[in-house]
């Protein structure tokens, strides 16, 4: 397996910078998922990996070498589009074994790897048929299978799954898992859907207009968001976040948002006075707050029940907040209850840069 360096990537297009200054490095079978919004610069950075995109400036490195400036069909990487790209006239079978036979490859080993790939991924029965006779599930299978009969040091997935139903969807990304974890293949995978992110990486990495924000497991970047961006984008529902001013009271800090007025400790990380953001994740937003919480007077504005969770959309005399808490049977439209988050899972970030605070 092989290891993929992306040193100083950056792509311009005339004026504009699509790709700022990536620096990346991604371990032999590693699974790396670069997620974003819209226009952040993923699938620009793919390309530029796939060789399908000329690098502005930077370098690739693929194992040892830099491939910047090689052609696409030499740099031993396979690519997974989101429109499967198949060959409407030739069969699953003949789909399958086409990069092979391009590079000469005797057919007898051709059919043996074509038949090994379609075991691997349930298609086996389908090797005789054309793609347009397939479900989009299946399609979707016979684009890996391209990908992986090839097998490649380096396997690009550009949002492969988004044109799945979402079951469907869910359903692949637990097959693509268990694929990494059979082939130990180095992987990267690009998607706007965090949840996607969450579920299938080793390591994240978020982007926001051409540069990375932070790198890091899913659970540590969900934890300790590095700025108020990546706070907002990782995490569904998304992280509450109330921007205001600090005061420095003698004994303590008062925080104002609108006509909320929130107490945290000195030693909290928001000890700035000042402008701040604060963060909390739904789910440490509680209807049952502890004595060591920042609490506030609600009015319960809808209720969503998930069936095990229980999701409260509420007013406050601020902004709104979101509170994720366990199945709740009894809580209704229109209630008044005082909610609160323990001061420890109130994140800060300063509002100009949105760069985490810490005490
Ligand atoms: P999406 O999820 O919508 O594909 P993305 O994060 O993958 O978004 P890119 O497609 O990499 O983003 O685009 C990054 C920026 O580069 C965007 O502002 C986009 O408009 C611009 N861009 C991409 N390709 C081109 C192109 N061929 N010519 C001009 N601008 C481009």
Redesign the pocket.
């Known amino acids: 397996m092989t290891a993929v360096r992306l040193q100083g990537l950056t792509?311009r297009?005339?004026s504009?910078i699509?790709?700022d200054s990536v620096d990346l490095s991604i371990e032999s079978g590693e699974f790396v998922v670069l997620v974003?919004?819209?226009?952040?610069?993923?699938?620009?950075?793919l390309?530029m990996i796939a060789g399908l995109e000329a690098v502005t400036s930077g370098s690739i490195f693929i194992g040892d070498r830099d491939v910047a400036n090689i052609h696409a069909k030499d740099r031993d990487v396979a690519m997974v589009f989101q429109s499967y790209a198949l060959y409407p006239h030739m069969t699953v079978a003949e789909n399958l074994g086409f990069a092979l036979k391009l590079r000469k490859i005797p057919l007898d080993e051709i059919q043996r790897r074509v038949n090994e790939v379609a075991k691997i991924l349930g298609i086996t029965p389908e090797l005789p048929r054309k793609p347009k006779t397939l479900s989009g599930g299946q399609q979707q299978r016979v684009a890996l299978g391209r990908a992986i009969v090839r097998d490649p040091a380096v396997f690009l997935f550009d949002?492969p799954l988004s044109n799945l139903d979402a079951k469907l969807r869910v359903a692949m990304r637990v097959e693509l898992v268990k694929l990494h974890h059979r082939l130990e293949g180095t992987m990267i995978y690009?998607t706007?859907d965090q949840v996607e992110a969450m579920t299938m990486a080793d390591r994240i990495v978020v982007?926001h207009e051409?540069r990375i924000q932070q790198i890091g497991a899913p659970l540590a970047v969900y934890d300790n968001p590095e700025n108020v961006f990546v706070a907002g984008f990782i995490g569904s529902p998304t992280m509450n976040l109330l921007s205001g001013e600090l005061k420095r009271r003698s004994d303590r800090f008062s925080f104002k948002t609108g006509d909320l007025e929130l107490d945290l400790p000195l030693s909290h990380d928001a000890a700035h006075s000042g402008s701040v953001t604060l963060g909390v994740r739904p789910e440490f937003v509680s209807i049952q707050p502890s004595d060591d919480a920042a609490t506030l007077d609600a009015r319960i504005e809808a209720v969503e029940h998930l069936g095990a969770e229980t999701i409260l959309e509420m007013s406050t005399a601020g902004p709104p907040l979101t509170a994720r808490i366990a199945r709740n049977d009894s809580i209704r439209h229109g209630d008044s209850i005082r909610v609160g988050a323990e001061h420890s899972k109130i994140l800060a970030f300063d509002a100009d840069s949105g760069k985490r605070l810490r005490a």
Do not use: I, L
């Open positions: 792509k297009f005339g504009a699509a790709v974003g919004p819209s226009g952040s610069g993923k699938t620009t950075c390309r949002e690009v706007h982007m051409g």
